[in-house]
Antibody, heavy 119, light 109 residues
Framework: EAQVLESGGGLEQPGGSLRLSCVGS????????MTWVRQAPGKGLDWVAT????????YYADSVKGRFTISRDNSKNTVYLQMNSLRADDTALYYC????????????WGQGTLVTVSS | EVVLTQSPDTLSLSPGERATLSCRAS???????LAWYQQKPGQTPRLLIY???TRATGIPDRFSGSGSGTDFTLTISRLEPEDFAVYYC??????????FGQGTKLEMK
């Protein structure tokens, strides 16, 4: 069964940094783009970043560009989200999702890891 | 920048009724890259429809998607109690690469 599992969330002060990790299993990790999507408490889904196959490119939402970096290590079936210069409005549940090839959609989602930015 | 606007924000219906949810894009979206998700309280989103009209694995045939260009629709033919949830449309394009609509809450009347 294909699944992804996130970790690394927690409480951080404004201006601080966190690194999220997401391990994939049950599918060919190296053959899939991977994405982070976040959801602030009581709000909707918000795309954050996507890393392409082989790490050969990445896309970011304007709200995180220059502060967040997505990367992957195919030898560990892991995708990372390095979050720097955190702000209060980055507080959210961060989901890792597997891209569904050729469809522009996300077919496997993790349970999420909670990031809280507060002093 | 492509903005997806869903309507209505909240839809109140009874089990057995037909639900029609709308997703309108500010610019044309390729039908190949329009998807719908269901999210129940406390749960992770679930892919329902991709490429505007193709049901994902395991999705019942009471769910159907249609549309093209800037107007897309998710239809649930006969509501079951487990269908009451929040539904999101999502697109893949050029700017931003991906975006979601604000969601439609389908609640039981």
């Amino acid at each position: 069964e294909a699944q992804v599992l996130e970790s690394g969330g927690g409480l951080e002060q404004p201006g601080g940094s966190l690194r999220l990790s997401c391990v994939g299993s049950g599918f060919t990790f190296s053959g899939c783009a991977m994405t982070w999507v976040r959801q602030a408490p009581g709000k909707g889904l918000d795309w954050v970043a996507t890393v392409l196959i082989g790490g050969g490119g990445s896309y970011y939402a304007d709200s995180v560009k220059g502060r967040f970096t997505i990367s992957r290590d195919n030898s560990k079936n892991t995708v990372y989200l390095q979050m720097n210069s955190l702000r209060a409005d980055d507080t959210a549940l961060y989901y890792c999702a597997k891209n569904f090839p050729g469809s522009g959609s996300f077919d496997i989602w993790g349970q999420g890891t909670l990031v809280t930015v507060s002093s | 920048e492509v903005v997806l606007t869903q309507s209505p924000d909240t839809l109140s219906l009874s089990p057995g009724e037909r639900a029609t949810l709308s997703c309108r894009a500010s610019q044309s979206v390729s039908s190949s890259y329009l998807a719908w998700y269901q999210q129940k309280p406390g749960q992770t989103p679930r892919l329902l429809i991709y490429r505007a009209s193709t049901r994902a694995t395991g999705i019942p045939d009471r769910f159907s998607g249609s549309g093209s260009g800037t107007d897309f629709t998710l239809t649930i033919s006969r509501l079951e109690p487990e269908d009451f949830a929040v539904y999101y449309c999502q697109q893949y394009g050029s700017s931003p690469r991906y975006s979601f609509g604000q969601g439609t809450k389908l609640e039981m009347k």
